[in-house]
């Protein structure tokens, strides 16, 4: 049987799955459709994008003309899916992979798509429905030689294949702006179905048989990758496939690691709470160094350290929350006026949070510059003075209001983000010891303890027991459980934090962000990875092995994961794949590990 839809005709996100080349990123439904992909970049307006746009956002369709089963997985050690559907006349295989060159990424967009028959006998039915790039462009297929293009805005669009021909098989309706055909397949058959797309250059065709080659050395990059891979811990195939996530939100281009592969999609039912998370937090680039380090993956570590340094001296002199993948500093938003995921609006592109004041950021970079260097490497001297500057700024900036590490609209004191300027104070004194860089040492360790002093004298709660929100508040915040492996603390009262955060937010292994989302939105994934790094920091590590056990088995069926899930366990919500939760997932299983050798 197909895959069940939501009443829009979209599946539910947990049934997408990723693929990617280092530039762009599709989802792939269990039902063979790929209901999003931008060209060329991820940033993109996506001209495949029925993910958020079911009327006429596009799509690229694969599957048995009869009713069918679905099983899939990633090829192992790789970002290549392969699906078998299974129909009551036969079984067929689907390999997908967004083709990658011999040294690195390819200059256009190659999706390819391998059928191969199994047993019995299928047919098999495709379409390349292009969309309207969310109303910006109207899409039409012109005839070149022999063969058919799709023009839509600037993007050019081609489809080929081995042993059907789109050309010929295409609709002779003239209103029609698809491309579709069919083939049947038999045990040993194996066809191709190839979309290639550029953006404002010629377009190349590649021939049928270049792209077998394409989609083995496609498989043969990743595995190479992965053999650099060193993680033999516990939840050790949760860990690689989330490195795996990583690496395919990686942007090779530059180095930057964006947030998530999508934008807009709703993190409640009610809507209103759509962003787009196709950018480079600083946050994420701090967490992702230490699972870099950890992994022993020197490239990446490196890259991701080395563009974020770049692009701040670029944009500087203030550190901003995030950045564009290509480096720039990202400008205002864009309403589109499309549905959105199952109806659920607004659509839209950039991100508001871009001018907002997060302390938190300064701790982001200090500890990410700290990991850095206690892993053997060693600072240029432009970078150590930036990072005296950094350092200069919390000391100067901590008592003010911030938005905090949520992006609220309304500045107040944050509890995280106080916690946040002593990490950054702690890291910039460890930096200078190590001689690494140089400043105002004295001035750092005085503030450093000027703000552990405010915040156990204004923000712990004795009635609550727990580090609050804000002060003064009895809200509970879960994104002060970062600050046990920041090393602001380990002791009682953190270990009293954790169990007044369970009571108050959690949902089984679930927490909600902060006092009140129970409310507006759910639970988020992150939180109770932080949870169980948190308990392993305060010596509870059976209690944080359990939690983890539970945890991992919440991704979707390739081991994936969204922003959030729903209090039942199952339902995705939010951005996918989500950075910041592979990110947590990985850092929380290293966390445990290190603790409990």
Not at 71 to 85: C, P, Q, S
Not at 203 to 223: C, F, M, S, Y
Not at 401 to 411: F, I, N, T
């Amino acid at each position: 049987m197909t895959a069940a839809r939501t009443r829009d005709g979209s599946p539910p996100l947990r049934d997408y799955a990723a693929i990617g080349d280092g530039r762009t990123v599709a989802l792939i439904g269990r039902d063979g459709s790929v209901d999003w992909l931008p060209v060329p970049d991820l940033d993109a307006v996506p001209v495949f994008a029925h993910l958020i746009d079911a009327e006429a956002g596009g799509r690229i369709e694969l599957a048995p003309r009869d009713p069918f089963e679905t099983k899939r997985r990633y090829v192992r050690g790789t970002n290549v899916l392969e699906t078998t559907f299974t129909t009551a006349s036969g079984s067929v295989k689907v390999t997908d992979a967004l083709v990658t060159g011999i040294a690195g990424r390819l200059p256009w967009a190659e999706l390819a798509r391998r059928i191969e028959g199994v047993d019995g006998a299928v047919r098999m039915r495709w379409a390349v429905r292009p969309g309207t790039a969310l109303g910006t462009a109207s899409p039409w297929i012109q005839h070149v030689g022999g063969d058919a293009v799709i023009r839509d805005g600037s993007v050019t669009i081609g489809v080929t294949g081995l042993d059907h021909h789109p050309s010929r098989t295409r609709s002779r309706q003239a209103d029609d702006d698809t491309l579709r055909g069919g083939f049947s397949t038999g045990p040993g058959s194996r066809h191709t179905l190839v979309v290639v797309a550029t953006e404002g250059e010629p377009l190349h065709l590649p021939r049928a048989e270049k792209v077998e080659q394409g989609i083995d050395r496609t498989i043969a990059n990743w595995r190479s990758w992965s053999r650099e891979f060193s993680y033999d811990g516990p939840w050790a195939p949760a860990v690689q496939r989330s490195a795996l996530a990583l690496k395919l939100l990686t942007y090779a281009p530059s180095g930057a690691i964006a947030a998530a592969a999508t934008t807009s999609l709703p993190e409640a039912e009610g809507g209103g709470k759509n962003w787009d998370y196709r950018f480079a937090w600083v946050r994420d680039a701090a967490y992702s160094v230490r699972a870099l380090v950890r992994f022993g993956l020197r490239e990446e570590t490196h890259a991701a350290f080395s563009w974020l340094l770049r692009t701040i001296k670029a944009n500087g002199p203030g550190l901003r929350v995030f950045y564009g993948l290509d480096g720039s500093v990202p400008t205002g938003t864009t309403e589109y006026a499309v549905p959105g995921w199952n109806g659920i609006g607004p659509v839209v592109c950039g991100n508001p949070a871009q001018d907002q004041l997060q302390l938190g950021v300064f701790g982001d970079l200090l500890s990410l510059a700290r990991t850095y260097v206690d892993e053997g490497n060693v600072l240029d001297v432009e970078t150590g003075r930036m990072l005296s500057l950094v350092a200069d700024s919390a000391c100067d900036l901590w008592r003010n209001p911030d938005a905090g590490m949520w992006e609220l609209s309304e500045p107040r004191h944050h509890t995280s983000s106080k916690m946040g300027c002593w990490q950054a104070l702690d890291s910039a004194v460890h930096l200078a010891e190590a001689g690494q860089i140089a400043g105002s040492v004295d001035r750092w360790r005085s503030e450093r303890e000027r703000v552990r002093e405010w915040i156990e004298e204004h923000c712990w709660n004795e009635e609550l027991g727990a580090y609050v929100m804000r002060p003064g508040s009895s809200d509970l915040d879960t994104s002060v459980l970062l600050h046990a492996p920041s090393g602001f603390d380990r002791g009682r009262r953190m270990a009293s934090t954790i169990d007044a955060l369970v009571a108050g937010l959690g949902r089984g292994p679930l927490l909600y962000r902060y006092s009140g989302m129970e409310a507006v939105e759910h639970p988020f994934v992150a939180c109770s990875f932080w949870l169980a790094s948190a308990l392993a920091c305060v010596g509870r590590t059976e209690e944080a092995t359990r939690l983890m056990d539970e945890l991992v088995a919440l991704g979707n069926d390739v081991g994936l994961y969204a922003e959030m899930i729903a209090e039942d366990g199952e339902t995705f919500w939010g951005n996918l794949p989500q950075a910041l939760t592979h990110l947590a997932l990985i850092n929380s299983a290293i966390t445990i590990e290190q603790l409990t050798r």
